[in-house]
């Protein structure tokens, strides 16, 4: 296996008194697609908040080869409609993480919100704001602002669930692009198309890890 981007070792996690991932596991290859799989409340979504240091973990070790923080696409669900925002303004947001936003952007970090709205293909909406679009158009919205943190670690959970075919294909043409340049993707997908076209996928059930491989073993007999 090539080098890990991160290495999970008996993670155990827990919200109050629920105990949500319970000795996870894992190593999540570099400059590859990680598809994290499995059955609602599986635990898909709490392995992510532990990658993005959202969830401190209750017991075991968490290594990440980068230093840099991780940019982290949360469930469309889960982001406000009504921010007063365009989307070029959302998306700029990602620059944060280089700027501290209280700084202002310079120009080549205005070039990058350019580059990674083009590649999303919300250049025409730049100016729309977010309350105004639809499910898929704030989606890809959301990615292009994770895009725009140029971090070496990339989480997202479920980017293309609910979109249009060519939402999608936009949001795996733009992961294709960023994993081709070396940035290692970790993705929440019930979408098993999905996970089969991962390099390497993790199963969870009932917050352990019972698969981990290639996609074409783990997922095989299920
Ligand atoms: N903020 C929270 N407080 C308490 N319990 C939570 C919280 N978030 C998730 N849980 C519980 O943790 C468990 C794992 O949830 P998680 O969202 O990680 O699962 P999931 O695999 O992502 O599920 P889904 O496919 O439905 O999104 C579930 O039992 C869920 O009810």
Same mark, same amino acid.
């Given at each position: ?9 008996? +993670? ?14 894992? @190593?999540? !290859?570099?400059?590859?697609v990680? /598809? ?18 959202? +969830? ?12 840099r ?5 949360v ?9 007063p925002?365009?989307?070029?303004? /959302? ?12 700084? @202002?952007?310079?120009?080549? $970090? ?11 293909n919300i ?5 729309? !704001? +977010? ?13 292009a602002?994770?895009? /725009? ?9 479920? !980017? ?30 019930? $979408?098993? $198309?999905?996970a ?13 890890v019972?698969?981990?491989?290639? !996609? ?7």
């Open positions: 296996m090539v080098t890990p981007e991160v290495v999970c070792h008996d +993670l155990v996690a827990r919200y109050g008194r629920r105990t949500v991932l319970r000795g996870v596991s894992a @190593r999540i !290859p570099r400059g590859a990680t /598809a994290v799989a499995g059955a609602n409340g599986a635990g898909k979504s709490s392995l992510l908040n532990v990658l993005a240091g959202v +969830l401190k973990p209750s017991a075991g070790t968490l290594t990440m080869a980068s230093q923080r991780p940019a982290y696409v469930q469309r669900s889960e982001v406000t409609d009504t921010l925002i365009t989307v070029r303004a /959302a998306v700029a947001m990602g620059r944060w993480a280089h700027r501290g936003h209280w700084r @202002r952007l310079r120009k080549q $970090d205005w070039a990058v919100v350019e580059d990674c709205m083009a590649l999303l250049g025409d909406l730049a100016r729309r !704001p +977010l309350g105004t679009l639809s499910g898929g158009q704030r989606q890809r919205t959301l990615v602002q994770g895009l /725009a943190q140029e971090a070496d670690l990339l989480l997202l959970d479920e !980017p293309s669930a609910g979109l249009d075919l060519d939402a999608q294909v936009r949001i795996e043409d733009a992961l294709g692009y960023v994993v081709r340049s070396g940035v290692t993707v970790v993705r929440v997908t019930h $979408d098993w $198309d999905v089969r076209r991962a390099g390497h996928c993790l199963l969870l059930d009932r917050g352990r019972v698969g981990e491989g290639v !996609p074409g073993s783990v997922l095989v007999t299920r």
